[in-house]
């Protein structure tokens, strides 16, 4: 959560020092079903793991926010490499 929070800080403190708004996309990019059974993740423990990632942006939203709009983008990413043109 830590190591979340001092990487999202100074997007966030740049976008408020210029006066601007900021997309904060969530660590979700590989929890989908398919990758979470590749990775050992239960359904249930995926679902967790995907919710804490967005409290997470949630929690520097309510605390940093400065007038201009943070958004909160939560992509779970592709169901293959989503390097590999044709696999889905």
Do not use: H
């Not at 993740?41 to 679902?47: I, K, P, R, T």
């Not at 939203?61 to 989503?82: H, N, Q």
Request: with cysteine; aromatic share 8%.
């Amino acid at each position: 959560v830590e190591l979340l929070k001092k990487y999202y800080t100074p997007f966030i403190e740049l976008a408020n020092e210029k006066g601007v708004g900021c997309i904060l996309e969530s660590a979700t990019w590989r929890a989908s079903l398919d990758w979470g059974k590749k990775l050992g993740y239960s359904e249930e423990e995926l679902s967790i793991a995907n919710q804490k990632s967005i409290c997470i942006l949630r929690n520097l939203r309510s605390t940093m926010e400065k007038g201009k709009p943070l958004i909160i983008s939560g992509c779970v990413g592709p169901r293959g490499d989503g390097y590999v043109a044709g696999e889905v």
